[in-house]
């Protein structure tokens, strides 16, 4: 079992930057890729930012690029999204997320979630 705990969530003022962290304990797998997610409201989930375990090949939702980074540290089994620009419409629930790499693609392991409030 692996269990997801992120962290790093809160109040911020439009503009200001935010770093949310996720942490991975449990099993571990040769490769994998680890994910945020992020829910608003009376909205859907909807994808953030994903990374390779290497660190090497990192997604971005398009919305978020230019603005949101997304890193990994293999050595405390931490990814972090640092989010900078932040805009009321970054306001949700983010979740960090783990995926096995398997086809189709889908995310086995998820945290709890992290409230990022953004305001205008």
């Known amino acids: 079992q692996v269990q997801l705990v992120e962290s790093g969530g809160g109040l911020v003022q439009a503009g200001g930057s935010l770093r949310l962290s996720c942490a991975a304990s449990?099993?571990?797998?040769?490769?994998?890729?680890m994910g945020w997610f992020r829910q608003a409201p009376g909205k859907e989930r909807e994808f953030v930012a994903a990374?390779?375990?290497?660190?090497?090949?990192?997604y971005y939702q398009d919305s978020v690029k230019g603005r949101f980074i997304i890193s990994i540290d293999n050595v405390k089994n931490t990814v972090y999204l640092q989010m900078n620009s932040l805009k009321p419409e970054d306001t949700a629930v983010y979740y960090c997320a783990l995926s096995l790499e398997g086809v189709p693609l889908k995310y086995d392991y998820w945290g709890q979630g992290t409230q990022v409030t953004v305001l205008s």
């Open positions: 449990g099993r571990t797998f040769s490769r994998y890729r």
């Open positions: 990374i390779r375990w290497s660190g090497s090949t990192a």
